[in-house]
């Protein structure tokens, strides 16, 4: 497949050649979409904030944005095989309550906490993918149960919020260095060290080709199978990345239904407002991570401009809405209407 | 053809696999409390079934569809927080009475809104009823934040929710039961019930055959929104107020209870009695969870687990079974 896998399901014609033009896909586009809206939202914010962008403030933007970003990519596999996991929130809450209990002590048991953390966030993911393809059931129900049997582990681990974790570690994670917090480096090792070997992967290359026509993919000798059970359990593995670093932020593990609802529901944002079709075929996690970045910026806003903080989730609604909006401006180019059913 | 034939013709596998469950469950708590078999619990818990009754009837038209709606935790809290706030704001003549009408139809806008956005925008239904769902959520947390609004529910509404109209069937019962065989009928012999499966199954050629599919869409996220919000305005009733967050717990028994009872997520095929199956299996699955307390064998074990532990667990476990019992799409093959 030697083919730009990114513009396999869209039907756009050629763009006419003009000088300087670069010529995006649609992925692309949605990045660059993401990235600009994040890049004005966050200029606004800054001006706005009355001590302006010191390193402190980058750095608590960039904590609480790492957080939904390592989420949102880990919905985002799932999203690309034309999937859906409902669980992100529950493996990322139960990987902060695991690690809330075994990230402590000296530096060898701390990095063992670390290597079990992320194994069962794997291992989660992993489970969502086989029952979900070898049980031949649909994505969406597999893994809102899955997810209701992870939170119960994870209140099981923890009734009570409390517990504790490896303060050097902690402190580290969630510091910057030179005005760049260490929280946005986690994302770019991740972005390197998962997100791009994935991608170029045959797997990877695989969700892709699943997500834009299984059928097709399946009669060009893709094993689907494997793809689509390898991007659920990197998708657990992400989202446990993620409740390492809620950890590391809150020196804690809490069990709550809310946080894990809330996550799962804005991943699904952040990964729209990146460019990703939840049809799957098309996007990327590097726009889902912008889009995390967007969802959150709309709540400093929102205390910058002095709005009542209770109206946050009314804003990302809006923002939500605009979001798909924007996305359903095609309906107007649509000549022949048929093209709408698809 | 007499209405016998009609029921008995909207078995299918899902169904009766599904009823099945329920005997089996029903049995085993039998075995550990058999209060379970009782007149007085049966009934108590087909009462509180009524209430995921309700809501599961507008979301099965909307998953028959093809689509979802996401938007239902928040919609059964407009539902709730309208009616009662009406109530306290419009006074006794005028609020008492226009409470109920007025809380469904702030559900039924909802829902509206939900549709214009599915079928005119052909926007994801997953994404935009999420986004109403935040929306919702907002408006709602801003009514009960900004000013202080009435939260108690009027006495018709409590009538309905715990009231026994016909002796020994609770109202909620007897809603569900009229709004049942209503969907029932629609489905099944009307134009719209017809053209709701062929939209779900193949919505291009129902427009090719000269169909407003777009209207369709519309009507049932309106029926959605409006049955969600008057199981809104019944759990108001329940409980005699309205409170934030009200219908978070019933996102997920409302699709795993329309899921169970056969219907395809993908849409276009599933009957309404299953999902009359699936919500009262769900209902009883979760009673029984509570009632017979598995934690207390652990705790003999020297294991001490909160009871939420076993039923979150339990619960997911039992739905993934259960699907791979008789839930299984088919292989892609060539």
Request: charged share 10%; hydrophobic share 55%; net charge positive.
């Amino acid at each position: 497949m030697s083919a730009p896998v990114e513009t396999v399901g869209t039907n756009e014609a050629p763009a006419p050649r003009r000088r300087f033009s670069v010529r995006l896909s649609a992925a692309q586009r949605g990045i660059l979409i993401a990235v600009t809206i994040f890049a004005v939202m966050f200029a606004v914010y800054g001006w706005k904030q009355p001590v302006g962008l010191t390193a402190n403030v980058i750095n608590t933007a960039s904590n609480k944005g790492a957080l939904l970003a390592l989420v949102a990519m880990a919905q985002t596999l799932p999203v690309l095989t034309g999937g859906l996991d409902l669980s992100v929130g529950a493996i990322f809450v139960l990987a902060n309550c695991l690690a809330s209990t075994i990230v402590v002590g000296d530096p060898v048991s701390t990095a063992l906490g670390i290597v079990a953390v992320l194994f069962v966030g794997f291992l989660c993911g992993a489970t969502n993918g086989i029952v979900i393809v070898y049980g031949r059931l649909q994505p969406l129900i597999v893994t809102l149960a899955m997810g209701a049997v992870y939170f119960g582990i994870a209140l099981a681990l923890r009734p009570q919020p409390g517990g504790s974790v490896n303060f050097e570690l902690a402190d580290f994670m969630t510091r910057s260095t030179f005005a760049i917090p260490h929280s946005a480096i986690l994302l770019l090792l991740v972005v390197l060290i998962v997100w791009i070997p994935y991608r170029r992967s045959v797997p990877g290359r695989a969700a892709y080709a699943i997500g834009s026509s299984e059928q097709a993919a399946y009669m060009s000798g893709v094993p689907i199978d494997r793809a689509k059970v390898l991007a659920y359990a990197l998708s657990g593995l992400l989202a446990a990345i993620g409740g390492l670093l809620l950890t590391a932020i809150t020196y804690s593990g809490a069990a709550k239904l809310s946080i894990a609802n809330d996550y799962t529901l804005n991943s699904i944002g952040a990964v729209v407002i990146g460019g990703t079709s939840l049809f799957g075929g098309m996007g990327s996690a590097i726009g889902s991570i912008f889009g995390a970045f967007v969802m959150r910026t709309v709540g400093d806003l929102l205390i910058v401009f002095d709005i009542n903080p209770v109206l946050q989730p009314l804003f990302v609604g809006i923002v939500l809405l605009a979001a798909v909006c924007i996305g359903s401006l095609r309906v107007l180019r649509i000549k022949n209407k048929l093209d709408l059913y698809r | 053809m007499g209405p016998v034939d009609i029921i008995l013709r909207q078995f299918d596998r899902a169904t009766v696999i599904a009823f099945a469950c329920i005997v089996v469950l029903l049995f085993i708590g039998a075995l550990a409390e058999p209060a379970f078999l009782s007149p007085k619990y049966l009934v108590q818990q087909l009462h509180v079934a009524s209430f995921l009754g309700v809501v599961a009837t507008g979301v099965m038209l909307v998953i028959l569809l093809g689509h979802i709606d996401l938007s239902i935790p928040w919609t059964i809290g407009v539902g709730g927080m309208m009616a009662t706030g009406a109530a306290g704001i419009l006074g006794p003549e005028l609020g008492v009475p226009l409470a109920i009408p007025f809380g469904i139809s702030c559900g039924a806008a909802i829902g509206f809104i939900n549709g214009l956005g599915v079928a005119y925008l052909r926007a994801p239904a997953m994404i935009f009823t999420l986004g109403m769902n935040a929306v919702a959520q907002g408006l709602m947390v801003y009514h009960t934040g900004g000013f202080a609004p009435q939260d108690r529910a009027t006495e018709f509404m409590r009538e309905l929710a715990v009231g026994h109209l016909v002796p020994g069937v609770p109202n909620p019962l007897l809603i569900w039961l009229v709004l049942g065989a209503a969907t029932m009928f629609m489905l099944n012999r009307t134009t719209l019930g017809r053209r709701i499966y062929a939209i779900g199954n193949q919505e291009r050629a129902v427009f090719l055959s000269g169909v407003d599919t777009r209207r369709v869409v519309l009507i049932c996220f309106v029926i959605s929104g409006a049955c969600a919000a008057a199981a809104g305005v019944l759990l108001a009733g329940w409980a005699n107020r309205s409170y934030q967050a009200m219908g978070d717990p019933y996102l997920l028994p409302t699709i795993a209870a329309i899921i169970l009872g056969g219907t395809n997520v993908l849409g276009g095929r599933g009957k309404y009695i299953g999902t009359v199956a699936g919500v009262i299996l769900i209902t009883i699955l979760q009673s029984m969870l509570s009632v017979v307390q598995p934690q207390r064998y652990f705790v003999q074990l020297g294991l001490d687990m909160p009871a939420d532990t076993f039923r979150q667990v339990v619960f997911g476990l039992v739905i993934i079974a259960m699907l791979l019992l008789y839930g299984r799409n088919q292989r892609v093959t060539a």
